[in-house]
């Protein structure tokens, strides 16, 4: 990531603190805003993976009835 991607998810990360009343230092969201940014590679790589429908083999989620009361 370039400085200006850094400043940019920093920003975001700031404001959606304030935006949650979450105190933040400065320290703390540029922490936050290095995670992010490992975390938007991660799924960027995954998304980027050639894998077709056979490759997932996990079964469909079907959750349980909900209890009656």
Not at 41 to 67: K, N, T, Y
Request: glycine letters at 2%.
């Amino acid at each position: 990531m370039t400085d200006i991607e850094l400043a940019a998810v920093t920003a975001y990360v700031k404001s959606t603190a304030a935006l949650l009343a979450m105190p933040m230092d400065d320290a703390r969201a540029e922490r936050v805003s290095l995670h992010l940014q490992r975390t938007a590679g991660m799924a960027a790589a995954l998304a980027a993976a050639p894998l077709q429908p056979h490759d997932e083999l996990v079964e469909i989620f079907c959750p349980a009835p909900f209890p009656s009361e």
